[in-house]
């Protein structure tokens, strides 16, 4: 491995922090009264309660200690005291890097310290040389924050017990008011790592967060009764910012902490300590690291995506690093079981033969491991594949990494020493960004949100997944806005029908949707195209709003009886969850009347956890199922449901 590196000196920071202090006092007294009248940022003073036994090297110091493959270069965007605590990124539509630094992260294992505030940070490289050179502090009175997002005007924040919204309509980087609860409920007393964390945008136009497994949230509106909220433990949530809508998308894992989509719409996620990687499916109910989920009868859970475990698993616990460290077995292995943070690479910048693969941060091995997604059975598989950077600093503690506008990937380095079950104190005062590129990259042009409609239809077909989906988002903006997309409509229209890349024309089919140009009639025309892709993302738009109207579920019927496709049956199967109990044996039937996928690890399961509930309600037709149902595992667990709801042999 080799590495070229760009240096940044940070004493131009230290400088002008320096230069600060030395004024004289009368001016520092008018400045901050001046910045808290105009509503700006001032510093705190901040405090480590980390005992520094290692010793802490400097930013370029630690810069020296990254590996990466060859024709790679790693650069040092920003370090202390430019940046400090980073825990979660965003990107704006002017190719900004917004950044949460929390400080509020706890000593003890159990609490969060309320005497500090977090902050939000914009950044910005206007001469494109990787390096950021402008920097504003955009919110400092935040508390507990795990994770940010831009767009419809403002910033949204997961930070608990609440996701908050700070509306900026004028866009001059301050917040217009006081933050808006959007939601609340997300338990924040008792847990500190496995908070809420993480809003992304979906490709469904839909905001992405992820939940851990130490508690038990009750999730509403502020105003929700307790009837109205949903419990939720660990999983995927998602919220619709207009229809203000929030469903739990799938459950289990431990602390899922990074999430990504493919180039096909396909949701990914990253998982510690009983496996790492995990494929998305609404209404799939995942492996616990502990405790159970809230139905008792789903007999068994879906194991991860993953055919490996980034650790020397049956031979090694999970627990066993933090007493004696990494065994041979485990760094050859990956380097450990806690990860944090993760990317679908799909830029322009890196070689194609990393296009698609898995990037996730891992904490003991100090490294990105790196998988490849390959379809398999029903589903999908991850594969090992190289590991991508490494560093011998052990101060190292990557946590979120983002592909850019140009392709490049960031990431952020939380900096400080022991993990999450240790109370040894927190280092506040160091954080870096690092950003790997390979050879030239290619700046941005122009902010996305200067352009045209048309153009912004344009960058659906562009290289970088970064420009469509940034463009796909002030689609629907500008929807939400009533503006004239008759023209963008007719575009995306033609890229649809036109293009012969699968990757295109579903992009014109989510942004389509994110204008609300997509309607029944027309999806139900999109399940007789021969794409698998196309034939699962109509299922899940004509089911997005949670309901399945019968002309629907006729045509899904219908669709399942000839369906070769394990992806597409996997999400017919999802749509079980949404119909009344009377009208899911047809459906259940078809699928469970082939023998195809018998075995796979995840379709049986999700037609199971779609029927479950109904074999207790309809013992006539459970019997019925199992007469005509060719999967052993389904006959298996309806049997024993059967038995369970006479109260023979279980429990009710």
Known sequence: MSTVKLRIDVLRWEVFYSAITSMKQCFLITAIATAIQSGAAYEQELFNTQELSSPFLNSNQALDKITVPKGFKVQLSAAEPSVQQPIAMAWDSRGRLWVAEC???????????????????????????????????????????????????????????????????????????????????????????????????????????????????????????????????????????????????????????????DEHGQLFFINTVIGHLWHVIPGARYKRMYGNHFDKHLYELIPQTADHYHWDVGNEQWSDLKKDGMTSATDAAGGGHAHSGMMIYTGNNWPKEYRGNVFTLNLHGRRINQDKLLRSNAGYVGKHSDDFMFTDDVWFRGIELSCGPDGGVYVLDWSDIGECHESDGVHRTSGRIFKISYGKTKMLLKPLNELSSMELVNMQSHPNEWQSRIARRLLQERAVKREDLSQAQKSLRLLYEKSESVQHRLRAMWALNSINEVDQSWLLEQLNEKNEHIRVWAIKLLTDNGKVSDKVLEQFESLAETEPSGLVQLHLASVLRLLPFSKRWDLAGVLASKDTFANDPVLPLMIWYGISPVVGEDRSGAIQFISKCKIPKLRTFTARRLASSTGTNEEK
């Open 103 to 261: 400080y509020t992260y706890a000593n003890s294992l159990l609490r969060f310290d309320m005497r500090m505030k977090d902050r939000i940070l914009i950044f910005e490289d206007t001469n494109h040389d990787g390096i950021f050179d402008k920097r504003k502090v955009f919110w400092d009175k935040g508390t507990r924050i795990a994770g940010i997002e831009i767009g419809f005007g403002g910033v949204w924040v997961a930070a608990a017990p609440n996701i908050l919204f700070l509306p900026d309509l004028n866009g001059d980087d301050l917040p217009d008011g006081q933050p808006e609860i959007i939601l609340n409920g997300f338990e924040s007393d008792r847990i500190r790592h496995n908070i809420v964390n993480g809003l992304r945008w979906g490709p469904d136009g839909w905001l992405y967060g992820r939940h851990g497994i130490l508690a038990t949230s009750n999730i509403g509106s502020p105003n929700a009764s307790k009837e109205e909220r949903v419990k939720m433990n660990c999983g995927i949530f998602r919220y619709h910012p207009v229809k203000k809508t929030f469903e739990v998308v799938a459950e289990g894992t431990t602390n899922p902490w990074g999430h990504d989509w």
